[in-house]
């Protein structure tokens, strides 16, 4: 059975860190690039950040992240990471990971970041 999970998220305040975990099982996680999305109500899902499946070459940031966030991956463990750093509430949303190759995509059920003071 596929499945994505992620967790670590939470209400954090302003200016804050998280860092977001989503753990793969049921398919071989070292052939699948990996892309973070969010998504608040009423907006589409955004592409936040996305990693080759080898976790090498350039990462992929929406311009609204740069810097601020990190994307990372340990193959070993089949876990992708989000760390989040100077957190803003417009940065509140649901994120979700989403495993891709080819044609063939899986999405976790998402986790809630909230910023708020």
């Known amino acids: 059975q596929v499945q994505l999970v992620e967790s670590g998220g939470g209400l954090v305040q302003p200016g804050e860190a998280l860092t977001l975990s989503c753990v793969a099982s049921?398919?071989?996680?070292?052939?699948?690039?990996i892309q973070w999305y969010r998504q608040t109500p009423g907006k589409e899902r955004e592409l936040v950040a996305g990693?080759?499946?080898?976790?090498?070459?350039?990462?992929l940031y929406a311009d609204s992240v740069k810097g601020r966030f990190t994307i990372s991956r340990d193959n070993t463990k089949n876990t992708a990471f989000l760390q989040m750093r100077s957190l803003q509430p417009e940065n509140t949303a649901v994120y979700y990971c989403?495993?891709?190759?080819?044609?063939?995509?899986?999405w976790g059920q998402g986790a809630q970041v909230t910023v708020s003071a």
């Open positions: 049921g398919f071989t996680f070292n052939h699948y690039a």
């Open positions: 990693i080759f499946s080898n976790g090498n070459g350039n990462n």
């Open positions: 989403k495993a891709i190759v080819s044609r063939s995509a899986y």
